[in-house]
């Protein structure tokens, strides 16, 4: 049973930094990309970050040059540093696992991030 669990979501204001880690159980981690995405109200969800087994990362034009994505395959954990927020960047993140081979997928229940003043 593959499990992720996001945290570090919360209230920032405009401007701030906030760090989101994705922690996975179960021993899939290594064999996957891992990814972010985001929710807003009415809003469908979109693309945040991809980072690749080998570390090759990959960013919507809205997070390039304020997220960054990593991840640690020692702690099967993946994290999204999120500098410069803005109020647009409100939304619920979502941390996914996609294995390589069969190309399952794997989602957490998500991390609210609200920026407001």
């Known amino acids: 049973q593959v499990q992720l669990v996001e945290s570090g979501g919360g209230l920032v204001q405009p401007g701030g930094s906030l760090r989101l880690s994705c922690a996975a159980s179960?021993?899939?981690?290594?064999?996957?990309?891992a990814g972010w995405y985001r929710q807003a109200p009415g809003k469908q969800r979109e693309l945040v970050a991809t980072?690749?087994?080998?570390?090759?990362?990959n960013y919507a034009d809205s997070a390039k040059g304020r997220f960054t994505i990593s991840r640690d395959n020692a702690e099967n954990t993946v994290y999204l540093q999120m500098n410069s927020l803005k109020p647009e960047d409100t939304a619920v993140y979502y941390c996914?696992?996609?294995?390589?081979?069969?190309?399952?997928?794997?989602w957490g229940q998500g991390t609210q991030v609200t920026v407001s003043s």
């Open positions: 179960g021993s899939i981690f290594s064999i996957s990309a």
């Open positions: 996914q696992l996609r294995t390589v081979v069969s190309g399952t997928t794997y």
């Open positions: 980072i690749s087994r080998a570390g090759s990362t």
